[in-house]
T-cell receptor, first 114, second 114 residues
């Protein structure tokens, strides 16, 4: 069975500082990996996803994530935080070997301090 | 147009009421989803429709009844709900139902059951 964990339910960064949101998965076969963002009172929006190929994935709004098989990780980064980045971020996985639903992590709430 | 619309935005209902949530997309997507999201939690999948046929029912109580009248519309009929059903209900769509397809989410309907 697959699972996904996100270290830190809440992360605070200063405006202009590096954003690092952690995601680790548990799966016998490395899964497909996603990061979604949810702004207040909105639905989720895909930031980026890794399915195959290059392990460094670039997404929207300046975010990127790197798939590291040896560490079973898919951490999300952004070099310089903006106030508009304050939101809830969900890492998610889906199986490569069976037809199944996307499993979301518990989420990390990002605050950006001016 | 990458928009999924949901109506109403907010709904308050009593435990004996019958109401419906509506979701619409005009992206030509053939997979549509209902999720339930409690505060500070990730979305939980309820139903998946693929080519207008119910593909997944995640053991949802019968007081929730989905309907997909055509490829653009998805309804969720509500009857005899409980206070614990109060949540944000999110609709999503994707081109087809696969493990890698990007899901596009609507803004949600915030439901309060009194």
């Amino acid at each position: 069975a697959q699972s996904v964990t996100q270290l830190g339910s809440h992360v605070s960064v200063s405006e202009g500082a590096l954003v690092l949101l952690r995601c680790n998965y548990s799966s016998s076969v490395p899964p497909y990996l996603f990061w979604y963002v949810q702004y207040p009172n909105q639905g989720l929006q895909l930031l980026l996803k890794y399915t195959t190929g290059a392990t460094l994935v670039k997404g929207i709004n300046g975010f990127e994530a790197e798939f590291k098989k040896s560490e079973t990780s898919f951490h999300l980064t952004k070099p310089s935080a903006h106030m508009s980045d304050a939101a809830e971020y969900f890492c998610a996985v889906s199986s490569k070997t069976s037809y199944d639903k996307v499993i979301f992590g518990p989420g990390t709430s990002l605050s950006v301090i001016p | 147009d990458t928009e999924v619309t949901q109506t109403p935005k907010h709904l308050v209902m009593g435990m004996t009421n019958k109401k419906s949530l509506k979701c619409e997309q005009h992206m030509g997507h053939r997979a549509m989803y209902w999720y339930k999201q409690k505060a500070k939690k990730p979305p939980e999948l309820m139903f998946v429709y693929s080519y207008e046929k119910l593909s997944i029912n995640e053991s949802v109580p019968s007081r929730f009844s989905p309907e997909c009248p055509n490829s653009s519309l998805l309804n969720l009929h509500l009857h005899a709900l409980q206070p614990e059903d109060s949540a944000l209900y999110l609709c999503a769509s994707s081109q087809v139902y696969t493990n890698t397809d990007t899901q596009y989410f609507g803004p949600g309907t915030r439901l309060t059951v009194l």
